[in-house]
Every structure is written in structure tokens, then in C-alpha cells.
């Protein structure tokens, strides 16, 4: 089966959101940001000498506040901060590779990827996990790189048939795959 698509900068932005929503790595350290952040707002809040405010309503104030920064954080800032990133590294180069008309070829024994400037071989067994979104398939390679396959684009056929596909010669190559999967 060949399958010819167009990656665009969204669907990069696309992946990297979701690959980061997912990571352990990544949510261990966005907690561990929002944790401190906390903890400067209440200890700065404490260290603020306000003349006949108690220390208790000081902590009653600054904790409210320490939890809607990191709600805030949490759901508006830190996604749109990793859109604004790779957006910014998208633009130090062309991205010949990656941006533009892509193609795969799918075969029992693994995936053929190929555009204008170059082709990559992945063995099924080489691949870590497939995952989707409604939108998107992410076929990582890597524990940090992924084929990505943008739904609205698959030519060549149906995408809920070709991601299926997909997802069956991965899992007849890899027993053990439903347990490599995020969500």
C-alpha cells in the first residue's frame, strides 16, 4: 500500500502538542515547574511585610492565587508555549524532509517514507508505537520522532482504513504492542 500526503507546519505543532501531553518525562517536569512557582508565590506572598495582615490570611490569599497561575499554566500557557517553540525551531531551517508532500509504502515487513529529499526504512519491530488523535496518526520511530500522517490528507485511501492497517501489521510484527501505547 502506498500512501501519499502533505505535512505542514501545524502538523508538526500537532505532534509535538500531543507527544508532550503524553510523555511522562514532559509532565514530570511541568508539574515539577507548576509545584515552584507555587511555592514562590506563597513564600513570597509570606515574606511581604503588610502591617496588621495576618500571616493566615497572607497563605488563605496566596494559595487561590498559586492554584489559578498553575490552572492557568497548566491548560492555556504551557501548550501554546510548545506551539510558539517549534514553530520558532521550524523557522532556522527549510525543513525539506519533513514539511511538504511525503509519502509511505507499507509492506508486511515494515514502512518506506520518502519526499523529495530523502527516503527512511523503519522495520515494524523498530517501531515504538503507533498512536491517533482525531485528526492525526503518529507513528513514533523513536521514543521522540514520529511518521506523522495527517488524516485529512491520506491519499491513496480511507485514513481510518489505512491508520487500521497500520496498526495491524505493527501489532502482528510486535505481540507485545497494546502495551506500548499512550492513552
Not at 17 to 27: D, E, G, L, P, T
Not at 136 to 163: L, Q
Amino acid at each position: 500500500m502506498i500512501v501519499k500526503y502533505e505535512i505542514t507546519e501545524d502538523d508538526l505543532v500537532a505532534f509535538h502538542r500531543y507527544h508532550c501531553a503524553h510523555s511522562a518525562a514532559v509532565k514530570k517536569k511541568k508539574y515539577i515547574a507548576m509545584l515552584a512557582a507555587s511555592v514562590v508565590i506563597v513564600g513570597g506572598s509570606l515574606l511581604v511585610p503588610l502591617p496588621d495582615v495576618s500571616p493566615s490570611l497572607i497563605v488563605g490569599v496566596a494559595i487561590p492565587v498559586a492554584a489559578v497561575f498553575c490552572i492557568v499554566y497548566n491548560f492555556w500557557t504551557f501548550p501554546k508555549a510548545i506551539d510558539q517553540q517549534v514553530r520558532r525551531m521550524l523557522k532556522e531551517g527549510a525543513n525539506k524532509a519533513i514539511i511538504g508532500d511525503q509519502q509511505i509504502e507499507v509492506d508486511d515487513s515494515g514502512i518506506v517514507k520518502r519526499n523529495a529529499v530523502s527516503e527512511s526504512r523503519f522495520s515494524w519491530i523498530g517501531v515504538e508505537r503507533i498512536a491517533e488523535t482525531d485528526t492525526h496518526a503518529f507513528i513514533y520511530v523513536a521514543s521522540t520522532v514520529a511518521i506523522v500522517i495527517p488524516k485529512r490528507s491520506c491519499g491513496g485511501g480511507d485514513p481510518v482504513e489505512i491508520i487500521a492497517l497500520l496498526k495491524q501489521s505493527w501489532i502482528a510484527a510486535n505481540p507485545d504492542a497494546a502495551t506500548k501505547q499512550f492513552d
